[in-house]
């Protein structure tokens, strides 16, 4: 049982450029979120997804899009990357009921040069 | 996010206990968690307590919740090296089953 896997875990990217997180898990779970986590920040909600072909924004959601078009996978979105966006992305899943236990996968480094 | 606080670090000597603590806002919370973060890695769920419950207790661990002023905390007994981690509190807002984190407790632990 993989759980949430993210891929890929690290990448550089240089200011413009475009790349797609992808998020995958096998539990079935019906949310999904993508945080972001940077020093002194702790966890920010980028967006998230309460179910297959819905998305909807967090806390945090300006140069970011996201697509959930089968249940398993989420993906993360940067069309036109910056450096504010460097930081590690935590991709999550839950089942959606009254005990949110997230389960999160091994994260995605990010440096934008 | 702001909306549930912890201080940022915690340093404590091998053997000693630990307790981390946590504010929140939401009263409407069902569920608050403790989540593990090792270094390198994601979070991993802890313990969660439910909230019509004042205590939890799993082995080393001991959570307790007071619901009258949005408080819970994290009793770590016989700290050991392998606890240093950072540690977050969460709490799902009212309904929405989005878990809200804290910004993270770095707890140090020491010879």
């Known amino acids: 049982n993989a759980g949430v896997t993210q891929t890929p875990k690290f990448r550089v990217l240089k200011t413009g450029q475009s790349m797609t997180l992808l998020c995958a898990q096998d539990m079935n779970h019906e949310y999904m979120y993508w945080y972001r986590q940077d020093p002194g920040m702790g966890l920010r909600l980028i967006h998230y997804s309460v179910g297959e072909g819905t998305t909807a924004k967090g806390e945090v959601p300006d140069g970011y899009n996201v697509s959930r078009l089968k249940k398993q996978n989420f993906l993360l979105g940067l069309e036109s990357a910056a450096p504010s966006q460097t930081s590690v992305y935590f991709c999550?899943?839950?089942?959606?009921?009254?005990?949110?236990?997230?389960?999160f996968g091994q994260g995605t480094r990010l440096t934008v040069v | 996010g702001e909306d549930v606080e912890q201080s940022l670090f915690l340093s404590v000597r091998e053997g000693d206990s630990s307790v981390i603590n946590c504010t929140y806002t939401?009263?409407?919370?069902?569920?608050l968690y403790w989540y593990k973060q090792e270094p390198g890695a994601g979070l991993q769920l802890l313990t969660y307590i439910f909230s019509n419950m004042d205590m939890k207790q799993d082995q080393r661990l001991t959570v307790l919740l007071n619901k009258k002023d949005k408080h819970l905390s994290l009793r770590i007994a016989d700290t050991q090296t392998g606890d240093s981690a950072i540690y977050f509190c969460?709490?799902?807002?009212?309904?929405?089953?989005?878990?809200?984190f804290g910004r993270g407790t770095s707890l140090i632990v020491h010879p």
């Open positions: 969460a709490e799902s807002m009212g309904g929405s089953y989005i878990p809200t």
């Open positions: 939401d009263s409407s919370s069902t569920y």
């Open positions: 999550a899943s839950s089942p959606g009921t009254a005990n949110t236990e997230a389960f």
